[in-house]
């Protein structure tokens, strides 16, 4: 019914930057809050960014505050996550999501992209 697609993720120094990018398709993409996730081997998905329909609710994890950069151009259908001053402990596949509700959950989200790695090294 909707599909994802993730595009932007790659290997980057400590430091550097990435923009991520998903473009959505297959549903009416402006009546959808969207999500970033992102999930490290052996670990549980975690939230890192949310916005809501109309951009005004944006929430974002306390560690990439200042850092993260989540946006949304309804026009183009994309949500997407800037992501500046990267850490080592940002390496995870980063996930975007699109649900009725910014939720920290992962179960309140319908649609789900494939994921794209993002690696960042020391």
């Known amino acids: 019914q909707v599909q994802l697609v993730e595009s932007g993720g790659g290997l980057v120094q400590a430091g550097g930057s990435l923009r991520l990018s998903c473009a959505a398709s297959g549903g009416t993409f402006s009546s959808y809050a969207m999500a970033w996730f992102r999930q490290s081997p052996g670990k549980e998905r975690e939230s890192v960014a949310r916005i809501s329909r109309d951009d005004t609710g944006i929430y974002y994890k306390e560690s990439v505050k200042g850092r993260f950069t989540i946006s949304r151009d309804n026009a183009k259908n994309t949500v997407y996550l800037q992501m500046n001053s990267l850490k080592p402990e940002d390496t995870a596949v980063y996930y975007c999501?699109?649900?009725?509700?910014?939720?920290?959950?992962?179960?309140?989200?319908?649609?789900w992209g494939q994921g794209t790695q993002v690696t960042v090294s020391s």
């Open positions: 999501a699109a649900g009725w509700t910014p939720s920290q959950s992962s179960g309140q989200y319908d649609y």
